[in-house]
């Protein structure tokens, strides 16, 4: 009986993990986000984390690692396939960051605290809410995973979930960091066949909202772009979360200067066939 019991129990494990929004692992889930299924390494894993395959309706648009107790993403990693269309205005939040027994798909705030009887306090405890990025000066609402890197309109609309978010630099939003964004990365996948993208923020010294989401001190993105067979290349982007500058690096430079502003092991973002220089 004991066994048929752990059996049962495992089975669920499994049926879990291959459903699942906030996961135990992202490659069991979502590995089609990773360049060769390989997420960065651990040096970039928060005391308290989550993982989330970020679930919209009834598909997977891309991974992040989340930072429970600074209420903001560590990483979002996606494809990059830009297309048309117009940028969305609804803001979502995770369910199953309050609890499993939530749905498996983002939904609004007011679908929560009405449809599923989740209070305003539950949602707080769980993740950073709306609420907490109104009556900011000099900040905005900055997402690691840009909508416009994205070709259709569920696609933008995923990207609009309070857990992409962390609180940016407005200068920097929307000036050096939205020209390589739009501009940059336009040039530099030219001739990629797929363009794996991981973005990220390091952890500040400062918050908003009365200390409950954290204001990072750097945002940084990476690429890695395959161009045919056996060829890749690869970049990233480094900024202060305070000017209007972005500097362009090899990944090896990315990855090195991550590892000095974490001060854990070393930072690896992609697979190692991935050039560094």
């Known amino acids: 009986m004991m066994l048929l019991l752990l059996l049962l129990q495992v089975l669920a494990s499994c049926l879990w993990l291959g459903h699942g929004e906030v996961v135990t692992s992202l490659i069991s889930t979502c590995p ?12 970039l894993t928060p005391q308290n984390p989550a993982w989330i395959c970020q679930r919209y309706g009834n598909k997977y648009y891309f991974a992040t690692l989340y930072d429970r107790s600074r209420r903001i993403p560590v990483y979002s990693a996606y494809l990059y396939q830009p297309g048309p269309g117009k940028r969305p205005n609804t803001w979502m939040v995770e369910p199953q960051l309050v609890g499993p027994n939530y749905p498996k798909t983002m939904e609004k705030e007011w679908t929560l605290l009405n449809h599923f009887k989740v209070s305003l306090e539950q949602l707080s405890k769980s993740q950073a809410l709306l609420q907490d990025y109104k009556n900011l000066t000099g900040l905005n609402r900055g997402h690691l995973n840009p909508n416009g890197h994205h070709e259709d309109n569920s696609s933008r609309k995923a990207t609009f ?63 890695c772009c395959e161009l045919g067979r056996n060829n890749t290349k690869a970049w990233g982007v480094i900024a202060e ?34 050039p560094r220089e």
């Not at 990365?185 to 991981?198: A, L, P």
């Open 32 to 43: 089609q986000f990773f360049f060769q299924k390989t997420p960065p390494n651990a040096a």
């Open 241 to 274: 979360n305070n000017r209007d500058e972005v500097e362009l690096l090899t990944l090896g430079e990315l990855e090195e200067t991550l590892s000095l502003l974490y001060g854990r092991e070393s930072v690896s973002l992609f697979h190692s066939a991935c």
């Open 161 to 223: 979930t309070l857990t992409n978010i962390v609180p940016q630099d407005a200068k920097l939003n929307g000036g050096a960091w939205n020209n390589y964004e739009q501009q940059t990365m336009m040039r530099m996948t030219q001739g990629c066949n797929n363009t794996y993208v991981v973005v990220g923020a390091v952890p500040g010294k400062s918050y908003i909202s009365n200390g409950r989401v954290n204001k990072p001190s750097f945002i940084w993105s990476s690429a």
